[in-house]
């Protein structure tokens, strides 16, 4: 009686490890789905810097598992400086160069770096998140 007991209790076991990781399997491909949507679906568009008056703007965006906030300031209609405040990433820590690119381009048609194509477009939404407040 004790080894069918033992193996009822062995294959229980085997039945909640198994169910346990499928879930969180199952969880972690649909979260991987959401967030490469999310990610697909940015659309970064210039701001007409002749409209920003002078100060600095805060702007920020998040998606899944990326997430920027920045503060912009402006002076003479010219982006003088980016701040990144914050960046919560996974392996996109080379996209924080993208705030540099942008202010030497004076615009937000920068090439994405490759290798950190999520953080560098939640990065750069979060900077025409700030911008656009300024017009707002």
Known sequence: MKKKQLITLAVLVVVIVVSYYGVTGIKSF???K????????ITIS???LSKVEDGTYTGS???LWVAAEVKVNVKNHKIEGIELVKHKNDRGASAEIIPSKVVVAQS????????ATS?????????????N???K
């Not at 937000?108 to 290798?115: E, K």
Request: glycine share 2%.
């Open 30 to 32: 649909i979260d991987l």
């Open 34 to 41: 959401a967030y490469q949507k999310q990610v697909e679906e």
């Open 46 to 48: 210039n701001v007409n």
């Open 61 to 63: 965006y998040e998606v």
């Open 108 to 115: 937000l048609a920068v090439d994405i770096v490759s290798g």
């Open 119 to 131: 953080s560098s477009k939640v990065i750069l939404k979060a900077i025409e998140n700030a911008l």
């Open 133 to 135: 407040s300024a017009l």
